[in-house]
Nanobody, 116 residues
Framework: QVQLVESGGGLVQTGGSLRLSCVAN????????MAWYRQPPGKQRELVAS???????QYAASVKGRFTISRDNAVNTMSLQMHDLTPEDTAVYYC??????????WGQGIQVTVGS
């Protein structure tokens, strides 16, 4: 079983920056594909960015150039550096892990609010 714990959310003004972190407890982090999803108010959950076990990254078009996903296998941590935030980035952000055996795990979610 894998427990994912997000941190770093909060309130920021338009144009500001935040850094989200996700620590994975248990499981085999090195052999897991990781991702950040978000769910804006009243909308469906959407993929924000992903980073594979081989560190290949992908981004949603809406965040490309503003967000950077990274991972540190030494401390079982994935991060999302977010710049130039806008109110459209307001959402609950979720950490996601997909194990080598294709089992999926989710964090509890963390709120990011961007004020106008």
């Amino acid at each position: 079983q894998v427990q994912l714990v997000e941190s770093g959310g909060g309130l920021v003004q338009t144009g500001g920056s935040l850094r989200l972190s996700c620590v994975a407890n248990g499981g085999d982090f090195r052999r897991s594909d990781m991702a950040w999803y978000r769910q804006p108010p009243g909308k469906q959950r959407e993929l924000v960015a992903s980073i594979s076990m081989t560190t290949r990254t992908q981004y949603a078009a809406s965040v490309k150039g503003r967000f950077t996903i990274s991972r540190d296998n030494a401390v079982n941590t994935m991060s999302l550096q977010m710049h130039d935030l806008t109110p459209e980035d307001t959402a609950v952000y979720y950490c996601n892990a997909r194990s080598f055996f294709n089992v999926e795990f989710w964090g509890q979610g963390i709120q990011v609010t961007v004020g106008s």
